[in-house]
């Protein structure tokens, strides 16, 4: 039977502790499954931020969330006033390092979920293996000073997930800097688990972080 994914563990986590109603952020949208993810968890009444630098990733979000919404349309048109599913999602092309900025400012404090999913997007506009060009990958001079920004905007008892991938050239320096910033977190202040496979160092892994005060 096998342990759940890291991506399935950080959506189980973030499902406990993110309400209907509430705020929520993907850092890393990418192709969109945790944006989308998140837009069903806090639901209609809810919003999502979702960042990322790459337009081509944007896109990709922007056509998932519409074929829900298209499809959640369609399930429900034997209703007389259809029910939209999904939250009122943000599309921001910038680095999540801003995140604290292009927060409207009565949210901080009061969100519940906050979901990072390092590393690069397969296929991504710079990973097209025919353009030779390297892919965009997060950084660590960009990821740390979004994780405090992310835990700052957080509400006690709110979630931080991070996927971690130590695999990739430039990953294994992102994933040790994480380390340390996750061993670093005050107790009193936070919580930080981690779900890895010992036998596979180099398979991705998970933080989560649950804010205290
Ligand atoms: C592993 S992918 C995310 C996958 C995504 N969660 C999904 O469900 O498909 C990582 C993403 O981070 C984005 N990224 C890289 N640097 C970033 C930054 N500073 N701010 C926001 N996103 C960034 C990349 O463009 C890429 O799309």
Known sequence: MGFPSVLTMAQR???????????AIDATAGGGVDTLFLARTVGPRGSVFAFDVQPAALARTRERLDAAEAAGREAASSERVPRRTLATVTL????HERMAAELPEELRGR???VM???GYLP???EA????????VITRPDTTLPALDAALSLLAPGGALTIVVYPGHAGGSDEASAVDRWAAGLPADAAQAV???????????????IEKKR
């Open 111 to 113: 969100v519940r979920a």
């Open 116 to 118: 990072f999913n390092l």
């Open 194 to 208: 981690l779900y890895r496979m010992p036998q596979k160092p180099a398979a991705p892994y998970l933080y989560a």
């Open 13 to 23: 986590w973030v499902a406990e502790r993110a309400e209907p109603g509430s705020a």
């Open 128 to 135: 097209d293996d025919s353009n030779g060009r390297p892919p």
């Open 92 to 95: 921001l092309r910038a680095g």
């Open 123 to 125: 296929g991504g506009e």
